[in-house]
């Protein structure tokens, strides 16, 4: 069994708490400035500039649509890395790798 987070695990959980935090700030209907806070905070929170640029890249206009963007992205990440450790595996001969072992069995 495997100690990694599953994909998304920790985005979500960060995301959860930047919104909990946001409602104790700004309690009140007030979603516009949760938004556009919350959602700089989650990515600012985050600690990867990449991923931030191109979650903002993507205009995302609430708290869940930036964490649709930043899972879709770290999808795509995992994917990547394990296609990648797959082509240097069998160009080096090595053919233990396999994309699966990448990847938690969610996906």
């Not at 495997?2 to 695990?9: Q, V």
């Not at 556009?36 to 640029?53: K, R, T, W, Y």
């Not at 869940?64 to 080096?92: G, P, S, Y």
Request: overall charge negative.
């Amino acid at each position: 069994m495997s100690s990694e987070p599953a994909i998304g695990e920790e985005l979500q959980q960060l995301n959860n708490e930047t919104c909990r935090i946001m409602q104790l700030a700004y309690p009140g209907p007030s979603l516009d400035i949760m938004n556009v806070v919350g959602c700089d905070a989650f990515l600012e929170a985050c600690g990867n500039p990449s991923l931030h640029i191109q979650v903002l890249d993507k205009a995302p206009a609430t708290m869940e649509e930036v964490l649709r963007i930043a899972l879709n992205l770290e999808v795509l990440d995992r994917l990547r890395d394990a296609k990648m450790k797959v082509l240097v595996d069998r160009a080096t001969g090595n053919s233990r790798s396999e994309i699966k072992k990448f990847l938690p069995a969610t996906v």
